[in-house]
Every structure is written in structure tokens, then in C-alpha cells.
């Protein structure tokens, strides 16, 4: 069925996702402005979650919520289950994504027809809840690609590429991939790698993720309170937010932190959770490193002070995940005026980014010299790092805010093109 456009009837739009408003994690803010941005435009919106905060055990949130967009109008959140092992284990991760495919499908079934359905890739393959609502209920089906799998689990060593069971789970993936009425992938590495699959390239769109222009701006660190509490002493910081998971290269930097450790008005600040902070803490305690502390997750209202806490930014992702994975936090860390150094591979989005808009540097995965040498330049040139951030805010502004993004998903939703036709060029520009 083909979503009809606002003009003709306002759509009710169900987004399926483990998680969403309030947690904290980069799918769950995407949900929301996207949630947003749909009410603004007469839509209606149902949202389908989990009852837990991602990656906690226990159930914290209410079974049904309703929730009120700024401007007017209201969403429905429904939310489903709990968590009842965390991130304890891949065994445990596994029985917690089963209770949610079993109860979110249930849920997605008796809820009002929605018009559209979109579905992330948490848990893996959920998406299969939208083909199976389309064939039920004729629904129009978007296949959100955050993630790919077996692709990421395989990239990292967690399965084999010649099991069984990754081999049932490619097949279970292309098969989702070509029966979606759209794949919207983040960024040209994701979408070369879905085309690799066979998946029609008419299927797939482009739609990069976003920053809150609003919410986060180039704050200056003498109006900014983290950094009373994180550079007390005026230090040059370095700064790793979000998730650190197992698609990221934590290596190379724990030891550039490790090579820079006597080096004086230096700080590494991580902010946020994952798989890897555990690694991470370790590693700074074992080498005694007293310029390097983690803290938690700040709030979604707190995030743009968090962000332009820091001088310069890290990102890293581990090379061969390119494509099956593109970290977000690269445009909040652009809308907050900050320069990025990428540990990573460079026809990864990310350092294409940055190097098309000289908004930082690629250090490639292993070379922890190489970056501790970036780091030093940086801090003994801190006019070079202002330059990079003023040219990466610059570069978000009708490419990677959330208004640009929201509009173009919000076209795609509606049933016409992502970009408006009548601006090819704007739309050689986004997808070249």
C-alpha cells in the first residue's frame, strides 16, 4: 500500500524500536524528533517500545504513555515487557530480544492499522513485524537500517561467517531488505553494502541522522558548567561520547591515552555506556591514568553543554564495520562547533564527512602513535581545532539538522520522494 501524502488525509505512522523517549539512546532521540515532526504535520503517531531503559534489566516505564509535542498534538507510546537480564550475556540479550519480538508483535497486531510502519534494527530483524503487518494488515513497510546483521556480530568476531546460523540470518536479513517497501540507510558506505545484497536500488533512500540545532550550539567553556567539573584546571579535553560498543576500536585509543600520559593540560573525559567501558575503566586504573575518568549518560536536555565540554572529539569505529554501522554522534559533536579526530577506515561516512567539510582528521585503526601525535597537534594549535569546529557547525545547516532530516522522512512517509524534486541538485549533493 503507498502512504497518501498530508494533502489527502493525515496517516497514522506507528514506529517500532526497543527503545525510545525518555531513554537516552541515540535511536530513541531519532524516534522522537521523528515522532515530532510527523504530529506538527497532522499525522498521527503510535510508537511501540520497551517498558525498560536499553541495555538496564527491570521494567521502569509505564505500559502506556501520552505523550504532548511542543506546537500542539500528542503521540501514543505503548510499551511492552521488560528487560529482564540487561546486558549480562549474548544468551540473555537474546531471550530479551525474544520477549520483545513475541509482545511488540502482539501489540503491533491490535493496535489501530496504521498506515505506515516503521521499524529500526532493534532488536535484530523486528522488521519482520512490518512486512508482517503489511501482509495483514496492508500496511506500507520502512525498514530503518541502523545496523546491519549478521554483518556486525560477524565484523567483530562474535560469529562465524561460514555458521549456519549467520548464513539463516543473512538470508532472514536480504530478505527483509528486499521485501520493505524502503530501506533508509545513514550514510554512501551503508547504502554500497545494502546494494551489495541485491536489494533494488529504488528501494533504498539516504537519509543521514542528525543534530538538534536548537538544543546544541558552540558554547563557549567559560559559560559551560561541565567543564568546571571536568576541566577544572583549564585542561585541553578530549572528549568520547555515547555508546562504546563492540563495533568501535577502543584499542588504538587506550593506548594513545596510555603514550600522552605525562602529557601536561591534557584530559580524556568518556561520556555514556557500552561494551567496551568496562575495558576502558580497566585500562585506566591498571596504568594509572589520572587524566582519564568516564562518566555516565548526561540528560537529552543537558547534551549539547556535554558536548561542547570538550575541545576535540573522538569517534571510532573498527575497520571492516564501515557501512554495517555509521555512529551518530558525529553531527551532535558538529552542531556543537567541535573538531573530530576518526579512528577508523577512510571511506567510512565519517571520514568522509569530515574530510569533504575539513571538520577533522582519520587516524586509521592500530596507528595509537598516530593519534597521539593528532591529539598534541591539536592542543598545541587550539586556533586550528576552533577553525575545524566553526567549519563543521557551519557544514550541518540544511544537511544533517533535524528539521532538513525530519522533513525529507516525513516526505518519504507521505509517499513522495525523500527530496523534493524540483532541487536535483540539492539531491546530487546529499546522495553523491
Not at 239 to 247: E, P, V
Not at 273 to 278: A, L, P, T
Not at 392 to 401: H, K, L
Amino acid at each position: 500500500m503507498r502512504g497518501l501524502n498530508r494533502a489527502e488525509r493525515p496517516l497514522h505512522v506507528l514506529l517500532l524500536n526497543q527503545a525510545f523517549h525518555p531513554d537516552v539512546v541515540a535511536t530513541a532521540q531519532m524516534g522522537k524528533d521523528l515522532a515530532d515532526a510527523l504530529v506538527r504535520r497532522g499525522h498521527r503517531v503510535s510508537a511501540v517500545a520497551s517498558r525498560s531503559i536499553y541495555g538496564q534489566s527491570g521494567a521502569v516505564l509505564p505500559r502506556r504513555e501520552t505523550i504532548p509535542v511542543e506546537g500542539g498534538g500528542k503521540m501514543e507510546v505503548y510499551r511492552v515487557g521488560a528487560s529482564v537480564f540487561g546486558k549480562a550475556g549474548y544468551a540473555a540479550r537474546i531471550a530479551d530480544f525474544a520477549l520483545f519480538y513475541l509482545l511488540a508483535l502482539v501489540k503491533v497486531l491490535t493496535l489501530p492499522r496504521p498506515d505506515v510502519v516503521v521499524c529500526y534494527t532493534t532488536p535484530p530483524f523486528v522488521a519482520l513485524v512490518g512486512l508482517l503487518c503489511r501482509w495483514l494488515r496492508g500496511s506500507r513497510a520502512i525498514y530503518w537500517v541502523m545496523d546491519l546483521y549478521p554483518d556486525l556480530p560477524v565484523a567483530c568476531g562474535v560469529m562465524k561467517p561460514t555458521a549456519i546460523s549467520t548464513r539463516l540470518f543473512e538470508r532472514l536479513n536480504r530478505f527483509l531488505l528486499r521485501r520493505s517497501d524502503v530501506d533508509v540507510v545513514l550514510g554512501r558506505c551503508m547504502r554500497d553494502r545494502v546494494l551489495a545484497k541485491g536489494v533494488h536500488p529504488e528501494r533504498v533512500t539516504l537519509i543521514p541522522v542528525w543534530a538538534d540545532l536548537a538544543g546544541i550550539t558552540p558554547l563557549a567553556h567559560a559559560e559551560n558548567p561541565y567543564r568546571r567539573t571536568w576541566a577544572p584546571g583549564g585542561e585541553f579535553v578530549v572528549m568520547y561520547s555515547g555508546n562504546f560498543g563492540i563495533g568501535h576500536d577502543a584499542d588504538t585509543i587506550l593506548n594513545a591515552m596510555r603514550l600522552l600520559k605525562d602529557e601536561p593540560g591534557l584530559r580524556f573525559v568518556f561520556v555514556g555506556g557500552g561494551k567496551r567501558r568496562v575495558q576502558v575503566e580497566a585500562f585506566i586504573k591498571e596504568h594509572g591514568l589520572t587524566h582519564a575518568s568516564w562518566y555516565d549518560y548526561q540528560p537529552r536536555e543537558a547534551l549539547g553543554q556535554s558536548l561542547a565540554a570538550a575541545d576535540v572529539h573522538l569517534i571510532s569505529l573498527r575497520e571492516g564495520v564501515e557501512g554495517i554501522m555509521v555512529p551518530s554522534k558525529l553531527f551532535g559533536i558538529m552542531a556543537a562547533g567541535r573538531a573530530s579526530v576518526f579512528v577508523g577506515h577512510p571511506t567510512s561516512e565519517i571520514a568522509r564527512v569530515l574530510a569533504e567539510h575539513n571538520a577533522g582528521t582519520t587516524i586509521r585503526e592500530g596507528d595509537a602513535a598516530g593519534l597521539a601525535d593528532a591529539i598534541r597537534r591539536l592542543k598545541s594549535d587550539p586556533a586550528a581545532a576552533v577553525a575545524m569546529g566553526e567549519r563543521a557547525r557551519a557544514a550541518v545547516p540544511g544537511r544533517f539538522d533535524r528539521d532538513t532530516a525530519c522533513v525529507r522522512w516525513a516526505r518519504l512517509i507521505e509517499g513522495a520522494p525523500a527530496e523534493p524534486p524540483t532541487n536535483p541538485a540539492r539531491t546530487a549533493e546529499v546522495q553523491a
